[in-house]
């Protein structure tokens, strides 16, 4: 199982595993990437997402996404019909950030003696949710990898300032050892989670070895990111200007 919590027993086993590819949602449907420096509703000046190179993963569009991006885009959404339709697309995004670890061949016996060809993920990984929205997508990864061990980051923006802060962070001791599935379900402006991925390299954990699970992303959120860190992979259902940044508000009822 990809969730297992059993510690690696060491730092590098000096064989490295590709990341597997999620396949693009046709270019047509994938809104234009626009220049940091433009405003976000006017859609000008596009910025192919080629250019973000292949960090940025996309879950294939098909129509059952895009009720559920349009749940919970629609403002006269009842919480209960939000919370349910989140928790659906939360669940395809784990699904898919599962899909991305490690694994390796193996041979099982069936129950009539056959043997089977499959696979096996390779243990050894831990879930980091940025609160509070981030907590929304804890219980998704929890009902596919029943013992896998959830850290938490706190950042909020100082007052003075305005700049992203630490309050709060707590990871599994051997974090440094593990994949990191970083659960954050919007992504705007990206700082927060260019100041949470920076926590996590201060505990040793590669860039390399952080998947971003989330649910929406703007094209200046994304892109800023992977500037910053070009080996992360982010796993998102839309790129599109204007992001659902209700959505922590909606789903634990504080709009």
Same mark, same amino acid.
């Given at each position: 199982?990809?969730?297992?919590?059993?510690?690696?027993?060491?730092?590098?086993?000096?064989?490295?595993?590709?990341?597997?590819?999620?396949?693009?949602?046709?270019?047509?449907?994938?809104?234009?990437?626009?220049?940091?420096? &433009?405003?976000?509703?006017?859609?000008?000046?596009?910025?192919?997402?080629?250019?973000?190179?292949?960090?940025?993963?996309?879950?294939?569009?098909?129509?059952?996404?895009?009720?559920?991006?349009?749940?919970?885009?629609?403002?006269?959404?009842?919480?209960?019909?939000?919370?349910?339709?989140?928790?659906?697309?939360?669940?395809?995004?784990?699904?898919?950030?599962?899909?991305?670890?490690?694994?390796? &061949?193996?041979?099982?016996?069936?129950?009539?003696?056959?043997?089977?060809?499959?696979?096996?993920?390779?243990?050894?990984?831990?879930?980091?949710?940025?609160?509070?929205?981030?907590?929304?997508? &804890?219980?998704?990864?929890?009902?596919?990898?029943?013992?896998?061990?959830?850290?938490?980051?706190?950042?909020?923006?100082?007052?003075?300032?305005?700049?992203?802060?630490?309050?709060?962070?707590?990871?599994?001791?051997?974090?440094?050892?593990?994949?990191?599935?970083?659960?954050?379900?919007?992504?705007?402006?990206?700082?927060?989670?260019?100041?949470?991925?920076?926590?996590?390299?201060?505990?040793?954990?590669?860039?390399?070895?952080?998947?971003?699970?989330?649910?929406?992303?703007?094209?200046?959120?994304?892109?800023?990111?992977?500037? &910053?860190?070009?080996?992360?992979?982010?796993?998102?259902?839309?790129?599109?200007?204007?992001?659902?940044?209700?959505?922590?508000?909606?789903?634990?009822?504080?709009?």
């Amino acid at each position: 199982m990809p969730c297992h919590n059993q510690q690696l027993n060491s730092v590098n086993s000096g064989q490295e595993h590709p990341m597997k590819q999620v396949r693009f949602a046709n270019s047509s449907n994938v809104p234009p990437i626009l220049n940091s420096s &433009e405003p976000s509703d006017v859609p000008t000046q596009p910025v192919s997402q080629d250019s973000l190179g292949p960090q940025l993963k996309l879950l294939p569009l098909n129509d059952q996404i895009r009720e559920l991006q349009t749940i919970i885009r629609d403002k006269t959404t009842s919480r209960g019909d939000f919370v349910f339709c989140a928790d659906r697309l939360i669940r395809l995004v784990v699904e898919e950030g599962l899909n991305q670890l490690p694994f390796s &061949e193996c041979t099982v016996t069936t129950p009539t003696g056959y043997k089977y060809e499959g696979v096996k993920f390779e243990r050894g990984n831990c879930g980091v949710s940025i609160m509070r929205s981030g907590e929304a997508m &804890e219980q998704g990864l929890r009902d596919c990898c029943r013992s896998i061990r959830i850290g938490k980051i706190l950042i909020q923006s100082d007052e003075e300032t305005q700049k992203a802060k630490v309050y709060y962070a707590k990871f599994p001791p051997d974090v440094y050892r593990r994949k990191v599935l970083l659960m954050y379900p919007i992504l705007s402006t990206g700082n927060t989670v260019i100041e949470a991925v920076r926590v996590l390299i201060e505990h040793g954990v590669q860039p390399k070895h952080i998947i971003l699970l989330s649910l929406f992303s703007t094209p200046h959120g994304a892109k800023s990111i992977i500037q &910053e860190f070009p080996d992360i992979t982010i796993l998102t259902t839309e790129v599109h200007p204007v992001a659902p940044t209700h959505f922590g508000q909606r789903y634990f009822g504080t709009d």
